[in-house]
């Protein structure tokens, strides 16, 4: 069945970097554009950007340029999620998200993975 | 940016009751309105696509009308896992996504 499987919760200290990873399986990886969404402690969700895994390319929402990356490795059907520079108002649950049809970069969300909490605290 | 405004903030309601809730859109987003479900410390499930297609597997007590900038989520008769935390998401516009701040459904 379709799984996307992130990895577990991280706690870092303002400046450092982190790099969440999005575990893919049960369907062809390359065909369906992730999307990544942040909620930060009792907020709403807020979307971030996404990457299409058949190119490579990614896209951002304005206010995730700069400090977050999103990037891929096939060979293990993965998506990742790099922020640097990380600032206490980080501190949020990120979610991976895949989109419903094949080839299209822009529809409704699926399938999500269980989310990862990053807390930054010094 | 579309702004979604979600209401009400919260609703307190019984099992058995019917559920309603609304999303409003600054600006027309058509059809392209999704409603979520998110209960503590899950990630978010859809429903509801396209204002008014239920997603795989979900029950047929939920239901979404709307177009344009009105837009509304109906629990027929509300179950105990139906307690959650409620979304809409729209993706008509550039950014192509944007969510509503959410509805609380708590059991009174």
């Known amino acids: 069945q379709v799984q996307l499987v992130q990895s577990g919760p991280e706690m870092k200290k303002p400046g450092a970097s982190v790099k969440v990873s999005c575990k893919a399986s049960g369907y062809s990886f390359t065909n369906f554009v992730i999307n990544w969404v942040r909620q930060a402690p009792g907020q709403g969700l807020e979307w971030m950007g996404w990457?299409?895994?058949?190119?490579?390319?990614?896209t951002y929402a304005q206010d995730f340029t700069g400090r977050f990356v999103f990037s891929l490795d096939t060979s293990v059907t993965t998506a990742y999620l790099q922020i640097s520079g990380l600032k206490t108002e980080d501190t949020a649950v990120y979610f991976c998200?895949?989109?419903?049809?094949?080839?299209?970069?822009?529809?409704?969300?699926?399938?999500w993975g269980q989310g990862t909490l990053v807390t930054v605290s010094s | 940016e579309v702004v979604l405004t979600q209401s009400p903030a919260s609703l307190s309601l019984s099992p058995g009751e019917r559920a309603t809730f609304s999303c409003r859109a600054s600006?027309?987003?058509?059809?392209?309105l999704a409603w979520y479900q998110q209960k503590p410390g899950q990630a978010p499930r859809l429903l509801i696509y396209d204002a008014s297609t239920r997603a795989t597997g979900v029950p047929a007590r939920f239901s979404g009308s709307g177009s344009g900038t009105d837009f509304t989520l109906t629990i027929s008769s509300l179950e105990p896992e139906d307690f959650a935390v409620y979304y809409c998401?729209?993706?008509?516009?550039?950014?192509?996504?944007?969510f509503g701040q959410g509805t609380k459904l708590e059991i009174k």
């Open positions: 998200a895949r989109v419903m049809d094949a080839g299209v970069e822009i529809n409704w969300f699926d399938r």
């Open positions: 600006q027309s987003v058509r059809r392209y």
């Open positions: 998401q729209q993706r008509a516009d550039w950014p192509p996504y944007t």
């Open positions: 990457i299409d895994p058949n190119t490579g390319r990614p």
